[in-house]
Nanobody, 122 residues
Framework: QVQLVESGGGLVQAGGSLRLSCAAS????????MGWFRQAPGKERENVAA????????IYADSVKGRFTISRDNAKNTLYLQMNTLKPEDTAVYYC???????????????WGQGTQVTVSS
């Protein structure tokens, strides 16, 4: 089992950057594939990016390709999401998640953090 805590959200102007972190408890972080998801008001939760357990494989939603980078540090039990060139439409609550399958599908993830708010002003 793993517990996840996100941090790094906040208010930023369009074109700015933020880096989200997801701290994981437990000794098994390195065995999980990880993902970042987001949910805007009135919209369904959507995957932003995913990374394999080793960090060697990554996949992204088309809407964030070239702007966001997912990475992980297994020695620090931490997942990251570097977000550059932010747009107002990136405004959402961002969640990290852990699962046994490398996928962008939310059903592949068993453990979820509580979320961190990202607000991008125009």
């Amino acid at each position: 089992q793993v517990q996840l805590v996100e941090s790094g959200g906040g208010l930023v102007q369009a074109g700015g950057s933020l880096r989200l972190s997801c701290a994981a408890s437990g000794r098994t972080f390195s065995s999980y594939n990880m993902g970042w998801f987001r949910q805007a008001p009135g919209k369904e939760r959507e995957n932003v990016a995913a990374v394999s357990w080793s960090g060697s494989n990554t996949i992204y939603a088309d809407s964030v390709k070239g702007r966001f980078t997912i990475s992980r540090d297994n020695a620090k039990n931490t997942l990251y999401l570097q977000m550059n060139t932010l747009k107002p439409e990136d405004t959402a609550v961002y969640y990290c998640a852990a699962g046994s399958i490398y996928s962008r599908n939310s059903r592949a993830y068993n453990y979820w953090g509580q979320g961190t708010q990202v607000t991008v002003s125009s």
